[in-house]
């Protein structure tokens, strides 16, 4: 079966950096679509970083040019590289997949990591 497993989040300053890596096994790695969202206390879900129909990828306005996603199918791993964090991005982060790259743009993918905290502090 399919399983997600985050790791990488923690406590940071403002303007320090963090790298959040998603560890995908019981699939096919290269045959998925793969993006990562967050979930702040008393707020809905939001999709950091998603992948487009055209293999680019779409960032959250909030988001952009401060965090990259990359991923590495020789590792099964997918990235997500934050720098100049603000402490609105204090959130849980979750990585996601799913076969069709719709799902991850609607906010509906089939698979979900069990998520990691990031905690950025002013």
């Known amino acids: 079966q399919v399983q997600l497993v985050e790791s990488g989040g923690g406590s940071v300053q403002a303007g320090g950096s963090l790298t959040l890596s998603c560890a995908a096994s019981?699939?096919?790695?290269?045959?998925?679509?793969m993006g990562w969202f967050r979930q702040a206390p008393g707020k809905g879900r939001e999709r950091v970083a998603v992948?487009?129909?055209?293999?680019?990828?779409r960032y959250a306005d909030s988001v952009k040019g401060r965090f990259t996603i990359s991923k590495d199918n020789a590792k099964n791993t997918l990235s997500l590289q934050m720098d100049s964090l603000k402490p609105e991005d204090t959130a849980m982060y979750y990585c996601?997949?799913?076969?069709?790259?719709?799902?991850?743009?609607?906010?509906?993918?089939?698979?979900w990591g069990q998520g990691t905290q990031v905690t950025v502090s002013s």
């Open positions: 992948p487009d129909s055209g293999g680019s990828t």
């Open positions: 019981g699939y096919t790695f290269s045959t998925y679509y």
């Open positions: 996601a997949a799913d076969k069709w790259v719709g799902s991850l743009q609607s906010g509906s993918p089939n698979y």
